[in-house]
C-alpha cells in the first residue's frame, strides 16, 4: 500500500484543521518545533508529561512504511552523537554506546548574505551562507518499545487506516535537563564555497507513547505504548 504522510511546517500548522475536527489530544494542532523548544522551559511540572511533539516524516524518507496494516519506523543509525549521549564503556548485549536515541520534529534552512572574498589567492569567489537548524525528540527507553536488535518501531493499524494521509505524534515525558543545544560550523574552502552553520536543538526525556493521526480529521487511529503496559 502506497504511504501517504502529512508533512507539517511552520506555515502549515494554522491550516491544517477545522477546529472542530481536529478536537483535544495529541492528533490536535500543534506549533512548530522552534516555537515548542522555546517555550518548553516555561511550562509547569504537569505539563512535561505526556507533551505531543510531531515527528517529521518527511526528514529521512523511507523510514517510516505502511505494509501489512501496520506503520513501522527504522530507527537504525537514529543515535545522538552528542557527548552527553556517550557511553563508552558500555557492553553491547546490554547498553548501547550512545545512550539517547532520536526522532527528527523539523529542519529549516536559511540562507545569509554572501560575500566575496580569496580562498585561493588571486581568485576572488562569492562565497554563500547558510544556516540549518534541526529539532530533535531525544529519549533512552526505545526498548520499551521494540526489543534490542529490532529495526524500529511497529504500530499496528486499524482498517480505517489503510489509504490514509498519516501523522504521527510521540508523547514525552521531558525530563532535567529538558533541552539541549549544539553548533557546528564548516568553513568555505575554494572547491566548496559556502559556510555553513548547523544547530541542533533536542527535548529530551522519555518517551510515553507514538500515536498514529489522521491528517485529514484528525482523529486518532492508534497508540503504541510501552511494552509492560500493553
Known amino acids: 500500500m502506497r504511504l ?36 518548553v522551559l516555561s511550562l509547569a511540572p504537569d505539563a512535561r508529561r505526556g507533551l505531543p511533539v510531531a515527528v517529521d516524516l518527511a526528514i529521512d524518507d523511507g ?3 505502511v505494509t501489512d496494516g501496520r506503520l513501522s519506523y527504522d530507527m537504525f543509525y537514529n543515535d545522538v552523537a552528542e557527548g552527553w549521549s556517550w557511553q563508552p564503556q558500555a557492553q553491547p548485549e546490554d547498553a548501547d554506546y550512545y545512550r539517547w536515541k532520536f526522532l527528527p520534529l523539523q529542519s529549516l534552512t536559511e540562507a545569509g ?32 518499545f521494540y526489543p534490542r536488535g529490532a529495526a524500529g518501531f511497529v504500530v499496528p493499524l486499524p482498517p480505517e487506516a489503510a489509504g490514509a494521509p498519516l501523522r504521527l505524534v510521540a508523547l514525552a515525558r521531558l525530563g532535567e535537563p529538558a533541552t539541549a543545544e549544539s553548533t557546528t560550523f564548516w568553513k568555505a574552502v575554494h572547491a566548496r564555497p559556502v559556510d555553513f552553520t548547523l544547530k541542533k536543538y533536542y527535548l529530551i526525556g522519555a518517551l510515553e507513547a507514538l500515536v498514529v493521526c489522521d491528517a485529514r480529521d484528525g482523529r486518532e487511529l492508534a497508540r503504541l505504548l510501552p511494552r509492560a503496559q500493553r
Do not use: W
Open 63 to 65: 523510514r517510516a512504511a
Open 4 to 39: 501517504l504522510f502529512h508533512s507539517i511546517s511552520a506555515t502549515l500548522v494554522a491550516v491544517l484543521f477545522s477546529g472542530a475536527a481536529a478536537g483535544a489530544g495529541p492528533c490536535a494542532p500543534q506549533p512548530p518545533a522552534a516555537e515548542r523548544h522555546a517555550g
Open 113 to 144: 548574505k554572501p560575500y566575496v572574498q580569496e580562498e585561493m589567492v588571486g581568485v576572488p569567489q562569492e562565497t554563500r551562507v547558510e544556516r540549518r537548524h534541526d529539532y530533535f525528540l531525544a529519549f533512552d527507553n526505545p526498548y520499551r
